[in-house]
Nanobody
Framework: QVQLVESGGGLVRPGASLRLSCAASGDTLTTYNMAWFRQAPGKEREFVAAIRRANNNKYYGDSVKGRFTVSKDSGKNTMYLHMSGLDPEDTAVYYC????????????????????WGQGTQVTVSS
């Protein structure tokens, strides 16, 4: 059973940068497809970024493209989300997730594809 623990969230001002971490235990992170999602109050869970296991390609949601970068450190069994140019619209609980198997790339954007989830970390962007 894989366990995921997110960290790095907090309160930041608009324009700031932040790095979220997702540490995995119980299995090797890189044997899975990896992703970040977020959920703001009253809204559906939104795809943020993913790394496809089969080819290490990275995918981003339209609202974060060019500002956020997803990466992994196999040695630390940890995934990261580097966020820059943060905006109040980025305020949400951020979740990391893992999916087994080899889903086609378009399915990486759907929360239902994922088998394991962390508990989430709050990111608040406010002046």
């Amino acid at each position: 059973q894989v366990q995921l623990v997110e960290s790095g969230g907090g309160l930041v001002r608009p324009g700031a940068s932040l790095r979220l971490s997702c540490a995995a235990s119980g299995d090797t992170l890189t044997t899975y497809n990896m992703a970040w999602f977020r959920q703001a109050p009253g809204k559906e869970r939104e795809f943020v970024a993913a790394i496809r296991r089969a080819n290490n390609n990275k995918y981003y949601g339209d609202s974060v493209k060019g500002r956020f970068t997803v990466s992994k450190d196999s040695g630390k069994n940890t995934m990261y989300l580097h966020m820059s140019g943060l905006d109040p619209e980025d305020t949400a609980v951020y979740y990391c997730a893992l999916a087994a198997g080899s889903p086609i790339s378009m399915y990486l954007r759907y929360a239902t594809t994922y088998d394991y989830w962390g508990q989430g970390t709050q990111v608040t962007v406010s002046s």
